[in-house]
């Protein structure tokens, strides 16, 4: 699989997206930690999350040892994330930065400085 390396410029304006969501949207951006920090909490690929936030086909990121019962809740909590009605603040950010690996824009909303993200290759 191939993808394109997100220069600096984007991160930081990925992080000035993601502060945004933060201040207008808060009762989102605390549904949004959750399932973020829930996903890095099972050790599920944040291309998971993602993919289930796109409603796309998951071969890549499906998880392959994990308990379907606690899938099962892992995907309740991102269902009720999708639930949200403003939920196509955060699809808008995502389409924006599609060069951003799903991994660096989830670590972002957790709080990570673009400077650490920049040029990592080893987050899934």
Same mark, same amino acid.
């Given at each position: 699989m191939t993808t394109m %390396?997100? @220069?600096?410029?984007?991160?930081?304006?990925?992080?000035k997206d993601v502060e945004e969501l933060?201040?207008?949207?808060?009762?989102l951006n605390e549904q949004l930690v959750h399932v973020v920090s829930?996903?890095?909490?099972?050790?599920?690929?944040?291309?998971?999350? @993602?993919?289930l936030l796109r409603d796309k086909e998951l071969p890549d990121y499906e998880?392959?040892? %994990?308990?379907g019962s606690i899938l099962d809740l892992y995907q309740q909590e991102v269902r009720?994330?999708?639930?949200?009605?403003?939920i196509s603040k955060l699809k808008n950010i995502m389409k924006k930065h599609c060069q951003i690996t799903d991994s660096k824009l989830?670590?972002?909303?957790? @709080?990570?400085?673009?400077?650490?993200?920049?040029?990592?290759?080893?987050?899934?």
């Open positions: %390396v997100a @220069g600096m410029n984007e991160l930081h304006e990925a992080k933060k201040q207008e949207f808060p009762e829930l996903t890095r909490q099972l050790q599920l690929k944040y291309g998971y999350m @993602g993919s998880p392959q040892f %994990v308990r009720k994330l999708k639930d949200n009605p403003n989830f670590l972002l909303i957790l @709080g990570a400085k673009p400077e650490l993200l920049q040029g990592s290759t080893i987050i899934k």
